[in-house]
């Protein structure tokens, strides 16, 4: 059991391999964005397998905060991109009339 | 064999995200590898059986260093800085072969002793602690820790210091724009209460498995980065009083456990059996500055007045 | 066993449910496609891996983590597909490159 658990943490490793080419290829930032959320899901189901394998169950918590930033990143990244640096990619109209 | 073969991949994906950080075309991409970079580097400590390293890494690199330093590039790109020149930095690059390879024969040439477990593992008993890390932090090598927390204040007393003086008594950060109805403003509502527990619970947890302070702590801050950045909440003016008093709550206690512990022989000494009521109490006082200190680094000098 | 073999299949599922995700992230032709592959398939891998391993947890309060942590990675991911696609579309979508 333990064996295959590692073994499917492994491939989840090497699935954002995939997720890494589209960071460094872009080519929107968008896509790199994206690509970096995907490492962030990759990696906590890795923190889960291992924690299953090794019976380590503590490391769940690892998995419990990765999972909660999860969108930190993200978020700050929609932030910085709006004109004054602090608005939202929902609102209609940007204050300064852009 | 599956195991090692793990650990291979982990270390492939770790170097070719940390060469990447470096190397790649644009600040943007850099930074997105480096915060990839700290997901591995969470998985990499969990693999070395170190959980309380990897919470603390998972918190400062997934929440914190992104915030920050996605936020540094937006100022930049706002403030019209172009590319940074894309020259060889052989001078830089030969200094950081020159220290890896100075870490790598240190590393090789420590003597084959099981380290400082053994003697840890003897003392656990009265430490107040029975997960060995907080025992250490807070017991065994108390006056580090507290040091630390010193340390952290300090730096924030630095970044004020560049706040310019029309700007002082004013509220760090820029003044957030949300859609009311929008994804974003919901998402700000959800997540502080589970972010809260999580937060409470490590530093919970922390006096008996992995977890503490700093891991709670920083969860904190993202959480309530997060919030401000949701329009949810707004950051406090840096006269506040009550702010003030979070930020040095930490170091305070910390302070007043150690000299009751000189009047009963040793400074920041824990009579065993006060030792958990005592660590427990440090713990959430450093919780309350690591949260307030650590948010307020990341949102920068009042730029505006009030 | 039947626990064994119901966490082996789902685990598998899960991994599959990533290299999904994957091949949709380098596959697809444009940023819009690009994020629906991605939050969709992985999410939906990282749900078969929480499932699967429950089988093997040790007490209720670790299968509690492993549904809040999926149920987090959801509402993360939903969120940063959202925002990232709505401030993709201002640059006028798919294509070029980052002028950051």
């Excluded at chain 2, 936020?71 to 690059?93: D, K, M, Q, Y």
Aim: charged fraction near 10%; charge should be neutral.
């Amino acid at each position: 059991m333990n064996d295959l658990l590692l073994a499917a943490a492994a491939l989840v490793l090497i699935s954002l391999a995939a997720g890494f080419w589209r960071v460094w290829r872009g080519p929107s930032m968008a896509d790199r964005m994206m690509a970096a959320q995907l490492v962030g899901t990759g990696g906590v189901a890795v923190v889960m397998l291992l924690a299953a394998a090794g019976g380590h169950w503590a490391m769940l918590d690892a998995a419990l905060v990765l999972a909660l930033l999860a969108a930190f990143a993200a978020v700050a990244f929609v932030k910085a991109r709006t004109p004054e640096g602090a608005g939202d990619p929902e609102a209609e109209e940007p204050q300064d009339g852009r | 064999m599956i195991s090692t073969a793990l650990d291979l991949v982990l270390v492939a994906l770790l170097v070719a995200a940390a060469l990447a950080a470096v190397g790649a075309r644009g600040l943007f991409a850099g930074v997105v590898f480096f915060v990839a970079y700290g997901v591995f580097v969470a998985i990499a400590w969990l693999r070395l059986d170190a959980i309380d390293v990897a919470l603390a890494e998972a918190a400062i690199g997934a929440g914190l260093t992104g915030v920050l330093l996605l936020g540094a590039v937006g100022h930049l790109t706002r403030a019209g800085a172009g590319a940074p020149p894309r020259r060889p930095a052989i001078p830089l690059a030969l200094a950081c072969a020159g220290i890896s390879v100075m870490l790598g024969w240190a590393f090789l040439s420590l003597p084959d002793a099981p380290g400082l477990q053994v003697p840890v593992a003897a003392a656990l008993p009265g430490s107040g602690s029975t997960n060995p890390v907080t025992s250490v932090l807070l017991n065994f090598r108390a006056f580090d820790t507290l040091l630390e927390s010193i340390v952290l204040l300090a730096v924030l007393v630095g970044v004020w210091a560049l706040a310019p003086d029309a700007a002082w008594g004013g509220r760090p950060g820029l003044v957030q724009r949300v859609r009311p109805d929008g994804v974003l403003a919901g998402f700000g509502r959800l997540l502080p209460p589970l972010g809260l527990l999580v937060g409470v619970y490590l530093v919970w947890a922390g006096t008996k498995q992995p977890g503490g302070a700093f891991q709670g702590g920083t969860v904190l801050a993202a959480v309530w980065l997060l919030a401000a950045m949701a329009g949810v909440t707004r950051a406090p003016r840096v006269t506040s009083l009550v702010l003030r008093i979070a930020l040095v709550a930490g170091p305070v206690l910390f302070l007043a456990v150690g000299m009751a512990g000189a009047l009963g022989g040793s400074f920041l000494g824990l009579r065993p059996d006060w030792a958990a009521a005592l660590v427990l109490t440090i713990e959430v006082g450093l919780t309350l500055s690591i949260a307030s200190a650590l948010a307020l680094l990341v949102l920068g000098p009042p730029e505006r007045a009030a | 066993m039947v626990a064994d073999i119901l966490t082996g299949v789902l685990v598998l599922l899960g991994v599959a449910g990533f290299f999904a995700g994957s091949v949709g992230l380098l596959r697809f032709p444009d940023t819009h496609s690009r994020l629906h592959a991605l939050t969709k398939a992985d999410n939906l891998g990282l749900g078969l891996i929480a499932l699967g391993l429950a089988f093997q947890a040790e007490g209720v309060a670790d299968i509690l983590k492993l549904a809040l942590i999926w149920a987090l990675a959801i509402l993360a991911a939903g969120t940063a597909a959202q925002l990232v696609a709505r401030s993709a579309l201002e640059d006028g979508a798919s294509g070029e490159e980052d002028a950051p």
